[in-house]
């Protein structure tokens, strides 16, 4: 997988050891580490893919972020 992503000219910080060290997590805390990854992916095709429409990923995230704020 590392030298895949090596490959890939945009992609988030660390995102190699992060994938990683999900195999090493407590599911709860997995969900939200890859949730993040989601988030920031999404982040990164707005910033450099603008005339994609991210519009409906956004919102499932914004509506999975307000279920994690009331479980914490």
Same mark, same amino acid.
């Given at each position: &997988?590392?030298?895949? =992503?090596?490959? &890939?000219?945009?992609? $988030?910080?660390? !995102?190699? /050891? +992060? !994938?990683?060290?999900?195999?090493?997590? $407590?599911a709860g805390s997995?969900?939200?580490?890859?949730?993040?990854?989601? @988030?920031?992916?999404?982040? !990164?095709?707005? /910033?450099? &893919? $603008?005339? =994609?429409?991210t519009s409906q990923? @956004? +919102?499932? /995230?914004?509506?999975? @972020?307000?279920?994690?704020?009331l479980l914490t």
């Amino acid at each position: &997988m590392g030298k895949f =992503i090596e490959k &890939m000219n945009i992609v $988030p910080d660390n !995102l190699s /050891l +992060r !994938l990683e060290s999900l195999f090493h997590t $407590p599911a709860g805390s997995a969900a939200h580490a890859l949730q993040e990854l989601v @988030r920031e992916t999404v982040e !990164l095709v707005e /910033l450099h &893919m $603008p005339q =994609i429409d991210t519009s409906q990923v @956004r +919102r499932k /995230l914004d509506s999975k @972020r307000q279920a994690w704020k009331l479980l914490t």
